[in-house]
């Protein structure tokens, strides 16, 4: 199960990922907000990150106007090791060297076909399991 969450700049694009999300089948949770009416993204970066922290969702999707809001709020909740993403090769690289559960996308900075393509490769890239990397996210949980 994959969590998503916005606030109402990141609303239209969350459609759009929605959308996506049920054209591959895969299931989701919308955690909100539900129009573009102002919100404080908090409440929906904790709302989110909170529930892959206790297991309720695998991973999550984050979307506010830059993402830069939502990675910072994602961040904050223990477990949650949250990468703001506006190109394919970061979103690979997170996945496979920080195990990444919550990807922060930027709605005013990222247009929908490119953040659905992030998107897609950050889903469906593993984590490559490599020693030094389970070494490094070791040492960001101490």
Request: glycine share 12%; proline share 3%.
């Amino acid at each position: 199960m994959i969590a998503i969450g916005c606030d109402h700049g990141g609303y239209e694009l969350k459609l759009e990922i929605m959308k996506y999300l049920e054209e591959k089948g895969l299931e989701y949770r919308d955690f909100g907000c539900d129009s573009t009416a102002s919100v404080d993204y908090p409440v929906y970066g904790k709302a989110v990150a909170g529930a892959v922290a206790s297991g309720e969702c695998e991973k999550g999707i984050l979307i506010c106007g830059t993402g830069i809001g939502m990675s910072i709020v994602a961040n904050k909740v223990p477990r949650i090791r949250c990468a703001l993403c506006s190109d394919c090769f970061s979103a690979q690289a997170t996945r496979e060297h920080n195990d990444t559960n919550v990807i922060a996308l930027g709605a005013r900075v990222t247009g929908p076909g490119l953040a659905i393509k992030i998107v897609d490769t950050w889903l469906n890239t593993p984590f490559s399991n490599d020693e030094r990397h389970i070494r490094r996210i070791g040492m960001i949980e101490e």
